[in-house]
Protein backbone atom coordinates (compact mmCIF):
# COMPACT_ATOMS: atom_id res chain seq x y z
CA UNK A 1 0.00 0.00 0.00
CA UNK A 2 1.26 3.19 -0.90
CA UNK A 3 -0.80 6.98 -0.15
CA UNK A 4 1.70 9.52 -1.96
CA UNK A 5 0.53 12.95 -0.71
CA UNK A 6 1.49 16.09 -2.49
CA UNK A 7 0.01 19.45 -2.95
CA UNK A 8 2.21 21.52 0.02
CA UNK A 9 4.10 24.51 -0.74
CA UNK A 10 5.31 28.28 0.90
CA UNK A 11 2.18 30.65 0.99
CA UNK A 12 0.95 33.91 2.17
CA UNK A 13 -1.76 34.25 5.26
CA UNK A 14 -4.64 34.11 3.58
CA UNK A 15 -3.63 31.77 0.44
CA UNK A 16 -5.22 28.94 -0.60
CA UNK A 17 -3.97 25.44 -1.39
CA UNK A 18 -4.78 21.90 -2.27
CA UNK A 19 -3.29 18.89 -0.93
CA UNK A 20 -3.93 15.62 -2.57
CA UNK A 21 -3.37 11.82 -1.67
CA UNK A 22 -3.18 9.48 -4.23
CA UNK A 23 -3.80 5.66 -2.96
CA UNK A 24 -2.54 2.49 -4.41
CA UNK A 25 -2.24 -1.35 -3.61
CA UNK A 26 -5.40 -0.36 -1.21
CA UNK A 27 -9.64 -0.78 -1.35
CA UNK A 28 -10.27 2.79 -1.63
CA UNK A 29 -12.89 2.76 -1.83
CA UNK A 30 -13.86 0.63 1.33
CA UNK A 31 -11.29 2.92 3.08
CA UNK A 32 -12.01 6.08 5.95
CA UNK A 33 -9.45 8.37 5.14
CA UNK A 34 -8.01 11.29 6.92
CA UNK A 35 -5.59 14.36 6.85
CA UNK A 36 -3.76 14.99 9.81
CA UNK A 37 -0.70 17.52 10.46
CA UNK A 38 2.27 17.92 13.08
CA UNK A 39 3.91 21.03 13.45
CA UNK A 40 7.41 20.95 14.36
CA UNK A 41 7.51 20.16 18.47
CA UNK A 42 3.85 19.56 18.77
CA UNK A 43 1.73 16.21 18.87
CA UNK A 44 0.36 15.37 15.53
CA UNK A 45 -3.30 16.43 15.47
CA UNK A 46 -6.57 15.10 13.16
CA UNK A 47 -7.62 17.51 10.55
CA UNK A 48 -10.37 16.28 8.58
CA UNK A 49 -11.35 12.91 8.27
CA UNK A 50 -14.18 11.19 5.72
CA UNK A 51 -16.17 8.36 5.38
CA UNK A 52 -15.58 5.66 2.63
CA UNK A 53 -18.68 7.07 0.52
CA UNK A 54 -17.72 10.51 1.31
CA UNK A 55 -21.02 11.13 3.07
CA UNK A 56 -19.86 12.39 5.94
CA UNK A 57 -16.63 14.45 7.05
CA UNK A 58 -15.34 15.94 10.12
CA UNK A 59 -12.86 18.78 11.16
CA UNK A 60 -10.98 20.20 13.63
CA UNK A 61 -12.45 23.14 15.11
CA UNK A 62 -9.58 25.48 14.37
CA UNK A 63 -10.28 24.55 10.15
CA UNK A 64 -14.01 24.22 10.49
CA UNK A 65 -15.07 27.01 7.62
CA UNK A 66 -12.05 27.11 6.24
CA UNK A 67 -10.74 23.53 4.83
CA UNK A 68 -12.69 20.98 3.18
CA UNK A 69 -12.18 17.09 2.72
CA UNK A 70 -13.50 15.18 -0.62
CA UNK A 71 -12.41 12.13 -2.34
CA UNK A 72 -12.62 10.65 -5.31
CA UNK A 73 -13.28 7.13 -5.29
CA UNK A 74 -12.70 6.26 -8.74
CA UNK A 75 -9.27 7.94 -9.18
CA UNK A 76 -8.17 6.68 -5.35
CA UNK A 77 -7.69 10.24 -3.89
CA UNK A 78 -8.26 12.31 -1.17
CA UNK A 79 -8.07 16.01 -1.34
CA UNK A 80 -7.94 19.00 1.68
CA UNK A 81 -9.00 22.01 -0.29
CA UNK A 82 -7.65 24.54 2.32
CA UNK A 83 -8.58 28.32 2.25
CA UNK A 84 -7.97 31.45 4.28
CA UNK A 85 -4.53 29.72 5.79
CA UNK A 86 -3.15 31.33 8.37
CA UNK A 87 0.33 31.07 10.02
CA UNK A 88 -0.86 28.13 12.32
CA UNK A 89 -1.36 26.22 9.54
CA UNK A 90 2.43 25.75 8.96
CA UNK A 91 2.73 21.51 9.44
CA UNK A 92 3.72 18.87 7.61
CA UNK A 93 0.26 17.22 6.68
CA UNK A 94 -0.16 13.54 6.26
CA UNK A 95 -2.68 11.45 4.91
CA UNK A 96 -4.03 8.22 6.18
CA UNK A 97 -6.40 5.43 5.39
CA UNK A 98 -7.99 2.48 7.11
CA UNK A 99 -10.38 -0.18 5.81
CA UNK A 100 -14.18 0.31 7.78
CA UNK A 101 -17.64 0.14 7.23
CA UNK A 102 -20.11 2.51 5.58
CA UNK A 103 -20.57 5.67 7.80
CA UNK A 104 -17.33 5.08 10.01
CA UNK A 105 -14.88 7.07 10.51
CA UNK A 106 -11.70 7.86 13.63
CA UNK A 107 -10.04 10.72 14.74
CA UNK A 108 -7.23 8.98 15.99
CA UNK A 109 -3.84 8.30 14.93
CA UNK A 110 -3.86 5.41 16.54
CA UNK A 111 -6.82 3.79 14.57
CA UNK A 112 -5.28 4.56 11.24
CA UNK A 113 -3.19 1.58 9.22
CA UNK A 114 -1.62 3.50 6.30
CA UNK A 115 -0.16 6.61 6.26
CA UNK A 116 1.58 8.94 3.40
CA UNK A 117 5.41 10.79 3.61
CA UNK A 118 3.35 13.95 4.53
CA UNK A 119 3.77 17.32 2.25
CA UNK A 120 4.93 20.21 4.21
CA UNK A 121 2.78 23.38 4.65
CA UNK A 122 4.24 26.74 5.37
CA UNK A 123 2.41 29.72 5.82
CA UNK A 124 3.82 33.06 6.33
CA UNK A 125 2.22 36.11 8.09
Known amino acids: VQLQASGGGLVQAGDSLRLSCAASGLAFSGSCMAWFRQAPGKEREIVAA????????DYVDSVKGRFRISRDNAKNTVYLQMNSLKSEDTATYYC???????????????????WGQGTLVTVSS
Open 96 to 114: AARGTISGVYFTAARDYTY
Open 50 to 57: ITRGGTIR
